[in-house]
């Protein structure tokens, strides 16, 4: 199930710092917005310069946007292992059960603090994106098996 707040007919959906499919840097807002880089997954993608987010870069980071971005940047999951990143169909309630399930498993693993970031209330980073924290927590589990598994 997708999260619906209030009076909203749609769900809220998590908007990634890139990722969108180009052909030239013009189609990721040019070259101050974003750049058109190789990407594995699905041949050219949009990867956005510092301030910018959107799949096309084409939207100003600002508030939560911008400290979540910051945050991802600083930890490195820019970089994540893309077989590690949640699917984009997934709603609310899939990536909230892979949330808690990865975050049971990483406790066992002796990684509370990690988990903590992203389920604690009080936490700076609990206002990010649903899928920014399940990535994070995904990719947490992938280093800490050696790049064996994900979850």
Excluded at 41 to 50: L, N, Q, V
Aim: aromatic share 8%; net charge negative; glycine share 12%.
């Amino acid at each position: 199930q997708d999260y619906v707040e209030g009076k909203m007919s749609e769900p809220y959906k998590a908007v990634r710092p890139g990722g969108g499919t180009c052909e030239t840097d013009d189609d990721c807002g040019g070259s101050t917005n974003g750049r058109c880089v190789e990407s594995g997954k699905i041949g050219m993608a949009c990867e956005c310069e510092s301030g910018f987010t959107g799949p096309s870069c084409l939207v100003k980071n600002a508030g939560w946007a911008k400290s979540c971005y910051d945050w991802e940047v600083s930890l490195g999951s820019k970089a994540r292992v893309e077989e590690c990143s949640a699917r984009d169909d997934l709603g609310y309630g899939e990536l909230k059960n892979i949330l808690d399930r990865q975050c049971d498993i990483l406790r066992k693993r002796g990684k509370s603090a990690e988990c903590d970031l992203v389920e604690d209330y009080n936490s700076t980073f609990f206002d990010c994106s649903l899928r920014q924290r399940v990535d994070f927590v995904l990719s947490v589990y992938h280093d800490d098996t050696d790049g064996f598994r994900c979850c």
